[in-house]
């Protein structure tokens, strides 16, 4: 696919950076200022350092994942990617922690993270959907 065909360049072919620029400060404010913005730096900073000098791994999400021997990583820190509880129902692997910042597999996913017991990282974004 060529920029010229990218549905976003048809509408826009131009961005102003400095609108864009004020665009992402602005809403960094907002976050900033947000109560639930205070609570979930408290949360992260109970993980700072916590597994220093252990290995970790990142498991994204796919198909191959079932053909995968996961047992491997049993005492290995892991962060699940997304939707990686579609693979518990085919295996008994479970992530040390599940990451998602994508808004449509917060909303998708959002049943199960707000039920689940494995720690979550999950977008500001979140929280129209999940109690952060």
């Known amino acids: 696919m060529s920029s010229f065909d990218n549905p976003i360049v048809k509408q826009k072919t131009t961005i102003n950076p400095y609108r864009y620029a004020a665009y992402l400060i602005w809403n960094r404010l907002k976050w900033d200022i ?3 913005s205070w ?6 900073k109970q993980w700072n350092n916590k597994y220093l000098g252990q290995k970790a791994v990142i498991i994204c999400n796919g198909p ?9 990583l049993e005492n290995t820190f892991t962060f699940g990617l997304n939707k990686i509880n579609l693979l518990f129902d085919k ?19 959002a049943e ?3 039920e689940t017991d494995i720690p ?4 500001y974004k979140a929280q129209k959907f999940i109690p952060l």
């Open 64 to 72: 191959s994942l079932v053909q995968s021997n996961l047992s491997l």
């Open 91 to 109: 295996s008994d692997f479970r992530p040390s922690c599940i990451v998602s910042v994508n808004p449509l597999v917060l909303e998708q996913n």
């Open 120 to 123: 979550l990282f999950l977008d």
């Open 34 to 36: 947000n109560l639930a």
């Open 112 to 114: 199960f993270y707000k």
């Open 39 to 44: 609570f979930s730096r408290a949360r992260l």
